[in-house]
């Protein structure tokens, strides 16, 4: 069974810094892009960037809004994917879930997602 | 930019919900997706590729569309679909995720 689990959220203070966590298991986590993504309480879904897999290059994109601050990582003997969020803004604050970008026949999508961190950034 | 219409759909059980997702440019279809998320949950796959049902998904839910207009179809209304529905998009260059602002289905 596929699963992502995601870890280290918290309350932070602004201008702080703080590292998520996505432990993956069910899947040949190395073969798979990993994206994060958050929702703002009472909003919609907002992208906050990606990870392409060792084979493509093994980089990222970001969201204009996280740009520069946020940095997404990869462990693929651990299967452990990070979020690492510096100069937090009380903007960030949100439930960050990490999924998987599957794609078949040529069409992709988010077809596994975490249960969500809550991240609350203030003073 | 994804729209999503109406904002609130309040329909009863058994009635048929559609659901729009117009871009503010043409986009391709292996890249738009549907998700439905319940409160307290994480969003769930409905759709990919704009119009494939994904694993485990009723065949009470469709989708359809195509270049800057789309559409999820829910044929039949079942107290479990009540629920908000976000659509997604993927663009290559510069490589971007948007979704819409939701749909919320919610009880009459």
């Known amino acids: 069974e596929v699963q992502l689990v995601e870890s280290g959220g918290g309350l932070v203070q602004p201008g702080r810094s703080l590292r998520l966590s996505c432990a993956a298991s069910g899947f040949t986590f190395g073969t798979y892009p990993i994206n994060w993504l958050r929702q703002a309480p009472g909003k919609g879904l907002e992208w906050v960037g990606f990870?392409?897999?060792?084979?493509?290059?093994?980089?990222?994109e970001y969201a204009a809004s996280v740009k520069g601050r946020f940095t997404i990582s990869r462990d693929d003997s651990e299967s452990i994917a990070y979020l690492q969020m510096n100069s937090l803004k009380s903007e960030d604050t949100a439930v960050y879930y990490c999924a998987r970008y599957f794609c078949s026949g040529g069409a992709c999508a988010y077809d596994h997602w975490g249960q969500g961190t809550l991240v609350t950034v203030s003073s | 930019v994804l729209t999503q219409s109406p904002g609130t759909l309040s329909l009863s059980p058994g009635e048929r919900a559609t659901l729009s997702c117009r871009a503010s440019q043409t986009i391709s279809s292996s890249y738009f997706a549907w998700y439905q998320q319940k409160p307290g949950q994480a969003p769930r796959l409905l759709i990919y590729g704009a119009s494939s049902r994904a694993t485990g998904i009723p065949d009470r839910f469709s989708g359809s569309g195509s270049g800057t207009d789309f559409t999820l179809t829910i044929s039949r209304l079942e107290p479990e679909d009540f629920a908000v529905y976000y659509c997604?998009?993927?663009?290559?260059?510069?490589?971007?995720?948007?979704f819409g602002p939701g749909t919320k289905v919610d009880i009459k």
């Open positions: 997604q998009q993927y663009v290559t260059s510069p490589p971007m995720v948007t």
């Open positions: 990870i392409r897999r060792k084979a493509s290059g093994g980089t990222t």
